[in-house]
């Protein structure tokens, strides 16, 4: 099973996730991620998970600038080096930087992340595996 930090608040994530290295965006900013996350899990039937990933990973598997994903687990096995992640959304982390989330439709925050192009082993839209060592993960109780 995936190696989750478990959150049950807003202020808790906020907390939690500015410890974590990767996190590119302010204390006083990563609030509205956690808002997007809240909204996007609303209008899915499934658990939803939180993924920090470091921005030169997302730079390199999808050109831009998305180090967070919201997404569902697909496959999950401890001896496994990666998770299988589908339905996979990039939150754009320029409109969580300029304090813009609350001006915005969450459609123009989210954006389904697509390496299906480029990827010999992922041949559907909103599927990646992540690796675990690049990753922090949360999920919402």
């Known amino acids: 099973m995936v190696n989750s930090i478990e959150v049950t608040s ?16 302010s204390d006083d900013r990563i609030g509205a991620a956690y808002d997007v996350w809240m909204e996007y899990q609303e209008t899915k039937d499934s ?14 598997e999808f050109d831009a600038r ?23 959304q990039m939150i754009d982390v320029s409109i969580i930087e300029m304090d813009a989330y609350d001006w915005v439709d969450i ?12 990827n010999d082993y992922i041949d559907e839209p909103g599927m990646m595996w992540v690796p675990r060592s690049l990753s922090t993960v949360f999920e919402h109780r």
């Open 66 to 88: 998305r180090p967070f994903l919201l997404g569902e687990i697909e496959f999950d096995d401890d001896s496994k080096g990666a998770v299988l992640y589908k339905g996979l």
């Open 47 to 60: 658990k939803q998970f939180f993924i920090v990933i470091p921005e030169w990973l997302s730079s390199q």
């Open 10 to 25: 807003r202020d808790e994530f906020i907390e939690t996730c500015s410890d974590v290295e990767d996190n590119p965006v």
């Open 107 to 118: 459609d123009d925050v989210l954006e389904e992340a697509d390496i299906s192009d480029t």
